[in-house]
Every structure is written in C-alpha cells, then in structure tokens.
C-alpha cells in the first residue's frame, strides 16, 4: 500500500502577496479616514487621524512578527504617518499666507 505524506511548507511570503497585504492596509486606512471625514465633515479630519493613530498602534501590538496581518497593520502605519506629514505640511503653508 502506498503511503501519503503531508508536509507543512513554511516558505516565505513571495514578494507580491507582501505588496498586496500593505496595499490592503492601505485601503483599509483610507476607508476608515475617509468615513470620519464623511460623517463628522467639521472635526473629521482630525478624528479620522487620531481614530488611524490608535487602530494603527493596536495592529502593531496585536499581531504577530511575519505574519500577513502585521503586514496588513504596516500599510496601515505607513497610510497614518503620511496623512499626520501632509496634514502638518498643509497648515504650516496655510499659516505661511
């Protein structure tokens, strides 16, 4: 009789399913700021970057090193940094006039 064998690969995340998780982090981060900027349109913005701040630090907390979820919670981070620079930018020019 023959014998089947099942053996668990543990290979790496090919470079594509990386790029594909951050940019779900990404989408995920602009659906949640885009929804407090929709809703709360005064203070929106700024509830909308606390709100990414705080799912952004309970996502790197949360999750495990190597795991896609934590690259999921790296394109959230990243999207969050950003929107915090061009917000800064912004009024810092606007301020400038």
């Known amino acids: 009789m023959t014998e089947i064998l099942i ?42 970057l606390v709100l990414a701040g705080v799912l952004s630090y309970l996502s790197i ?3 495990t ?12 981070v990243g999207l969050t940094i950003f929107y915090a620079i061009t917000l800064i930018l912004f009024f810092t020019a606007v301020a400038g006039f």
Request: charged letters at 20%; proline letters at 0%.
């Open 7 to 48: 053996q668990k690969s543990t290979e790496k995340i090919n470079i594509l399913t990386k790029i594909s998780y951050i940019l779900l982090g990404i989408l995920l981060n602009s659906t949640v700021v885009t929804i407090s900027i929709k809703l709360l349109s005064t203070y929106g913005v700024w509830i909308g």
């Open 61 to 63: 907390k949360k999750t």
């Open 65 to 76: 090193k190597r795991t896609a979820t934590r690259l999921v919670a790296y394109g959230f």
